[in-house]
């Protein structure tokens, strides 16, 4: 069974960066058949992807072009874990964030609610 | 990017009845490398995140009850709940996962009459 476990502040200041980890078991972040994404959802947005990061032999990484300058996904093979970055936030990124694996997605993250807040 | 329009906004259903639910892509998700559509359908309740429901359009995920039935192919797309029980009650989802991005739809909620 796929566990997402997600772990980070819930509190980032305006201009910082916010950043959060989601922890998988069950699976493998280095998997050649899934992808490893991160969406977000606030009551002005709804449900929005921001990005993911996927193995075929090689890594690739697409993001969302709403955040794409400021949004880093990364994978950590030794930790099989994967990773979100968001710089330079504002109030507007106030919203809980999901990690999940898949297109589909069939496994989600609990979700963290992150405010942008000084 | 490629928009997600789900109708209506919300409405009520009396219990044991049917409710539908509508989508629309704004391009075709029929991806002819597979022949399948690239078009998930997800359940949430307040506090939970997301819970896929449907894939590829009609198939439906391990548990789910098989009063919930998916249909639709290219652009247009729809969920149905026969025989609506109170454990139904919550805001539903398209999704086409065709291609970065993925969007979504704007959300159905659906409650008790």
């Known amino acids: 069974q796929v566990q997402l476990q997600q772990s980070g502040p819930g509190l980032v200041k305006p201009s910082q960066t916010l950043s959060l980890t989601c922890a998988i078991s069950?699976?493998?972040?280095?998997?050649?058949?899934?992808?490893w994404a991160w969406i977000r959802q606030s009551p002005s947005r709804g449900l929005e992807w921001l990005g993911r990061?996927?193995?075929?032999?090689?890594?690739?990484?697409d993001y969302a072009v709403s955040v794409k300058s400021r949004i880093t996904i990364n994978p950590d093979t030794s930790k099989n874990q994967f990773s979100l970055q968001l710089n330079s936030v504002t109030p507007e990124d106030t919203a809980v964030y999901y990690c999940?694996?898949?297109?589909?997605?069939?496994?989600w993250g609990q979700g963290t609610l992150v405010i942008v807040s000084s | 990017d490629i928009v997600m329009t789900q109708s209506p906004d919300s409405l009520a259903v009396s219990l044991g009845e049917r409710a539908t639910i509508n989508c629309k892509s704004s391009?075709?998700?029929?991806?002819?490398?597979?022949?399948?559509?690239?078009l998930a359908w997800y359940q949430q309740k307040p506090g939970q995140p997301p819970k896929l429901l449907f894939s590829w359009a009609s198939t439906r995920a391990s548990g789910v009850p098989d009063r919930f039935s998916g249909s639709g192919s290219g652009t247009d797309f729809t969920l149905t709940i026969s025989n609506l029980q109170a454990e139904d009650v919550a805001v539903y989802y398209c999704?086409?996962?065709?291609?970065?991005?993925?969007?979504f739809g704007g959300g159905t909620k659906v409650e008790i009459k």
């Open positions: 069950g699976d493998s972040v280095s998997s050649n058949n899934a992808d």
């Open positions: 999940t694996r898949g297109g589909a997605s069939e496994y």
């Open positions: 999704q086409q996962y065709y291609g970065p991005p993925l969007t």
């Open positions: 990061t996927y193995y075929r032999s090689k890594w690739f990484t």
């Open positions: 391009q075709s998700l029929l991806y002819s490398f597979n022949n399948k559509n690239h």
